[in-house]
């Protein structure tokens, strides 16, 4: 059974930094892309980024691009969002999941079949 758990969020002024790590045990993980979500309080749950098997694609939401970076180490079964100049309006509990495919498809979540428990993320202005 493939398993994730985020770690990494917390409390940042505005203009702040953090970067989320995601552990992934079990399955195969160099084999898939990863994906990070974030939902914030009676919102829609948001695509934030994706990331090739290889690490050699990303994919970043509109709001998200300059600012935030995603990366991975297979060697590790680890996934990162580097999350810099973060406003309030990026708060949120943020997810990885793993995809079914080794390329990220889109911005839909659908493809992803197997999710973290979430890690909060608050931005104070």
């Known amino acids: 059974q493939v398993q994730l758990v985020e770690s990494g969020g917390g409390l940042v002024q505005a203009g702040g930094s953090l970067r989320l790590s995601c552990a992934v045990s079990?399955?195969?993980?160099?084999?898939?892309?990863m994906g990070w979500f974030r939902q914030a309080p009676e919102k829609e749950r948001e695509f934030v980024a994706a990331?090739?098997?290889?690490?050699?694609?990303?994919d970043y939401a509109d709001f998200v691009k300059g600012r935030f970076t995603i990366s991975r180490v297979n060697a590790k079964n680890m996934v990162y969002l580097q999350m810099n100049s973060l406003k309030p309006e990026d708060t949120a509990v943020y997810y990885c999941?793993?995809?079914?495919?080794?390329?990220?498809?889109?911005?839909?979540?659908?493809?992803?079949?197997?999710w973290g428990q979430g890690t909060q993320v608050t931005v104070s202005s």
């Open positions: 990331i090739s098997w290889s690490g050699g694609r990303t």
């Open positions: 079990g399955g195969t993980f160099s084999r898939y892309a």
């Open positions: 999941a793993q995809s079914a495919f080794a390329a990220p498809r889109g911005s839909g979540s659908r493809e992803y079949d197997y």
